[in-house]
């Protein structure tokens, strides 16, 4: 940076004129330059950004665990020292516990993050807390999550909506995945067509429902072909479905 303010004072001086700015106020102007073009930049999400657990989170996380199967002590401890953590920390420990599949202390962090002085709705906090939800199954608690994110006006891409969906397939969901889905056609982001074909892919084992999509994949854009998988692909799936019923 030095570098470049001399530069910027060298080819300053060769066009100096009698009323030009003195040198100490030629360097307030380039740094101010600079300072308001990073500014200008937009950070990267909190919620991509590598988390590293402090030793303080560490120690949180371990009680947390231990304290899980007391509701009264977990709910003491989480309003005495957890509400205290750094922000690095708690977030550190919440997505340990996603990873994890912590479901239960999950959803208890997931409250504590919301009520934090710092915290702003983000897609990609909601985008991380659906998928685990559907990792595991949980279906009541992913929508109480999907209604705290339409109460924060959160909007989803279309290449977060199909993940997100393709999650809930994954996991037998098609229920809560097509309803997703309608969130997805009803958003004003405009639609793509790589998050339909992953959403496909996800309903090859539910045929009815891929046939749905698939109309309106090709209503969006005709000039594009879907692969349909062999017949007996789709004979293989049912039968796996009347075994799992049985």
Excluded at 30 to 38: D, G, K, T
Excluded at 92 to 114: G, H, I, N, P, S
Excluded at 200 to 228: A, N, Q, S, T
Aim: aromatic share 10%; glycine share 2%; proline share 5%.
């Amino acid at each position: 940076m030095w570098r470049l303010a001399s530069n910027f004072l060298g080819k300053a001086s060769l066009s100096r004129k009698p009323h030009s700015l003195t040198q100490k106020h030629q360097i307030l102007v380039f740094f101010r330059c600079i300072y308001n073009h990073s500014a200008s930049r937009p950070s990267l999400s909190i919620w991509r950004r590598k988390k590293e657990m402090g030793k303080e989170g560490l120690m949180a996380a371990k009680e947390l665990k231990r304290l899980q199967s007391n509701p009264v002590r977990l709910d003491r401890f989480i309003k005495s020292s957890v509400s205290r953590l750094l922000k690095s920390d708690l977030l550190a420990v919440l997505a340990e516990f996603q990873r994890q599949d912590q479901v239960f202390l999950c959803m208890k962090l997931y409250d504590v993050v919301r009520k934090e002085i710092w915290y702003r709705p983000d897609m990609f906090f909601f985008r991380d807390m659906l998928m685990m939800l559907a990792r595991n199954k949980k279906v009541d608690e992913a929508n109480r999550v999907w209604r705290d994110l339409r109460r924060e006006e959160v909007l989803f891409d279309q290449h977060t909506f199909g993940d997100i969906i393709r999650a809930f397939l994954d996991n037998g969901l098609p229920s809560k995945a097509m309803d997703i889905y309608e969130e997805m056609r009803q958003s004003p982001d405009p639609p793509i067509s790589l998050p339909f074909r992953v959403i496909l892919k996800g309903l090859i084992p539910f045929p009815e429902l891929r046939e749905e999509v698939k109309d309106d994949f090709l209503e969006l854009f005709p000039d594009m072909i879907v692969y349909d998988p062999a017949e007996d692909l789709f004979e293989d799936q049912e039968r796996e479905k009347d075994r799992e019923d049985d």
